[in-house]
């Protein structure tokens, strides 16, 4: 299947910082991503969901403004955490799905983010 | 909130064939049947999908019923690497928000020697 790549796999913040998440499609164009969240022992959350070159649509208790979203390219989106809090420590998994294969959705390996 | 059912936890032999049930009895006829696993600590990983036939791949096999209301994900010679959550989820196949992969608890394989 097709690759997805997130970076970094890990990051270990202080209280109040901003933390920025890339990923990447790495042999195919991107032309929706979507990102999860996963707190331990629970599901995938699906929290936004961006086509390339438009807004994000944020799920029903996501703050967009804490959660910036930027997929400014067909191949790259990001997700910028802003003034992160502990309750924000989760893995963060992002997925792609190309419009010529609608059916096939991809995922990347994770970022486990810790704030302290 | 997920479409599907599905015990929360199986144990297998290791070699032996593992059969994972979904119920899904609300499918509607535009939605799809697909089947993701997560190992400890990874991004999920397509295994397969189908609508109404069944399907094989190199990976496993997806049983869907007549009535499309249930389905079996079957890996046959089970490994202690296929230990992880396998998710069994429905999903439209005309896009919009309905096209999103939303995930329910999965049941979560353990594959013993």
């Known amino acids: 299947g097709a690759v997805v790549s997130q970076h970094p796999s890990r990051v270990i913040c202080k209280s109040g910082t901003s933390v920025k998440i890339e990923c990447r499609s790495l042999?195919?164009?991107?032309?929706?991503m979507f990102w999860y969240r996963q707190f331990p022992k629970q599901s995938l959350m699906l929290m936004a969901t961006?086509?390339?070159?438009?807004?994000?649509?944020?799920e029903q208790g996501v703050e967009k403004d804490k959660f910036l979203i930027n997929h400014a390219s067909l191949t790259l989106s990001t997700l910028t955490v802003t003034s992160a809090h502990p309750e924000d420590s989760s893995f963060y998994i992002c997925?792609?799905?190309?419009?010529?294969?609608?059916?096939?959705?991809?995922f990347g390996p994770g970022t486990r983010l810790t704030v302290l | 909130d997920a479409k599907t059912t599905q015990p929360p936890s199986m144990d297998c032999a290791e070699g032996r064939a593992a059969n994972l049930p979904c119920n899904h009895s609300?499918?509607?006829?535009?939605?799809?049947v697909y089947w993701y696993r997560q190992i400890h600590s990874q991004g999920p990983q397509y295994i397969i999908h189908g609508l109404k036939n069944n399907e094989t791949n190199e990976m496993a096999s997806l049983i869907i019923t007549e009535d499309r209301k249930s389905s079996t994900l079957i890996l046959p010679h089970a490994t202690l690497r296929d230990t992880a959550v396998y998710y069994c989820?429905?999903?439209?196949?005309?896009?919009?928000?309905?096209?999103?992969?939303?995930f329910g608890k999965g049941t979560k394989l353990s594959v013993k020697p």
């Open positions: 042999d195919f164009q991107a032309t929706t």
């Open positions: 989820i429905v999903r439209e196949i005309y896009g919009g928000s309905q096209g999103n992969l939303i």
């Open positions: 609300t499918i509607s006829g535009n939605e799809y």
């Open positions: 997925s792609a799905r190309s419009s010529g294969g609608y059916n096939e959705q991809f």
């Open positions: 961006s086509n390339e070159g438009s807004k994000a649509t944020y």
